[in-house]
């Protein structure tokens, strides 16, 4: 993929491999929409991003455990005029402990970060990139997901 001049819409950009994604994209030309709760920490990151690469960049502010975030998304981009290249699903999280002790509306909004906002962001980038011929996905996910092991 030419990064040139090229969109990348992140979730979860905030810190950690986010971030990093935004970090590595930008400093190869692409332009980039950064996406996670943290305003701030969204802020820090593109000022950051700005003193070394000259690209563009979006923060948009955005809770994925609200169902109707994820498809707000595409709206916003496109408020914006922007066209996504590059969608990486990387927002996430998991809890820990007993099942039984588990607040069932941390582990509800945890299905909706890590399951819900995925598949809906898809849907809303997919069809501009198979119209253009051209575009990606990467969806993160944590290896402890496959952990056979208790808590």
Request: charged content about 25%; hydrophobic content about 45%; aromatic content about 4%.
């Amino acid at each position: 993929m030419d990064y040139q001049g090229k969109t990348a819409l992140i979730t979860g950009a905030s810190s950690g491999i986010g971030a990093e994604f935004a970090r590595q994209l930008a400093a190869r030309g692409m332009n980039l929409v950064l996406v996670a709760r943290s305003q701030d920490k969204l802020m820090e990151l593109a000022e950051d991003i700005r003193k070394t690469h000259e690209v563009t960049i979006k923060v948009l502010v955005a809770d994925l455990s609200n169902p109707d975030e994820a498809a707000d998304l595409a709206e916003r981009t496109k408020a914006a005029k922007l066209e996504v290249d590059l969608l990486i699903n990387n927002a996430g999280f998991g809890t820990h402990g007993r099942f039984s002790k588990q607040s069932s509306m941390q582990e509800r909004r945890e299905v909706l970060v890590n399951a819900l906002a995925p598949l809906e962001t898809i849907h809303a980038f997919l069809p501009g990139m198979i119209e253009r011929g051209s575009g990606g996905i990467i969806n993160v996910a944590s290896s402890a997901g496959f952990q056979p092991t208790p808590f």
